[in-house]
């Protein structure tokens, strides 16, 4: 069974920092893209950053300067570092990640359940 899980998040006060991770696991022949989202209370999720297989990688403009993403193909993980973290980034931070079962099979987006981050002002 294929499975996406995020770890990593936590309180952290207005300035720090924190790194999110999320993992696949699972009968997993390649990955393409991965990405994180977030959605605080009363608010749509929003894109925050993605990483292709090719480490090409995409920010949101509010994110740009303060947050990396990156990737460990060899442990089917992507991160995500964020620095100099305001109260607005408080929200709950979702990952995923587009799976192919199996050689020149189709792509599958999975989701992980989510991990909550808090900036305390």
């Known amino acids: 069974q294929v499975q996406v899980v995020e770890s990593g998040g936590g309180l952290v006060q207005a300035g720090g920092s924190l790194r999110v991770s999320c993992v696949a696991t699972?009968?997993?022949?390649?990955?393409?893209?991965m990405g994180w989202y977030r959605q605080a209370p009363g608010k749509q999720r929003e894109l925050v950053a993605s990483i292709t297989s090719g480490n090409s990688t995409n920010y949101a403009d509010s994110v740009k300067g303060r947050f990396t993403i990156s990737r460990d193909n060899a442990k089917n993980t992507v991160y995500l570092q964020m620095n100099s973290l305001k109260p607005e980034d408080t929200a709950v931070y979702y990952c995923?990640?587009?799976?192919?079962?199996?050689?020149?099979?189709?792509?599958?987006?999975?989701w992980g359940p989510g991990t909550q981050v808090t900036v305390s002002s």
């Open positions: 699972g009968n997993i022949f390649a990955i393409n893209t």
């Open positions: 995923n990640a587009d799976l192919q079962y199996k050689r020149a099979g189709p792509f599958y987006r999975h």
